[in-house]
């Protein structure tokens, strides 16, 4: 037996996944009174996998992370970042906190800490 392979790893999202309307933010801020702006793209969607707080899996214990409302996982290529928003049974969610996970030193996917921000 050799262990846990990225492809193994892989196999999760192939299992979990769901799909999401994602929308892209933009931030800029006004040169005159320095107001900042979010614009968010016309959504589209995304694969990724999606749960709640009181579903956490247990497994993401690689040290301390913050508490959202729910969470999402997302391949690398997905390029999910911070004050994105995304909607799922009708509740729409904004991205707090990307970080970085890594299986066997390779990058194989971003955790979303996330908060409900309207519900349908």
Do not use: P, W
């Amino acid at each position: 037996m050799t262990g846990v392979s990225t492809d193994d790893f892989s196999q999760i999202f192939d299992d979990f996944t769901r799909t999401l309307s994602y929308s892209v933010v933009t931030k800029s801020i006004d040169v005159e009174t320095g107001d900042e702006t979010s614009t968010f793209a016309t959504a589209s969607n995304i694969t990724a996998i999606f749960f709640l707080e009181e579903n956490r899996f247990l497994f993401n214990k690689q040290g301390l992370t913050e508490v959202g409302d729910a969470y999402i996982m997302a391949k690398v290529a997905t390029g999910i970042k911070r004050y994105d928003r995304f909607t799922v049974d009708g509740n729409t969610y904004y991205i707090n906190k990307v970080i970085e996970r890594y299986v066997l030193g390779v990058e194989m996917l971003h955790y979303g800490v996330c908060f409900l921000v309207g519900k349908s």
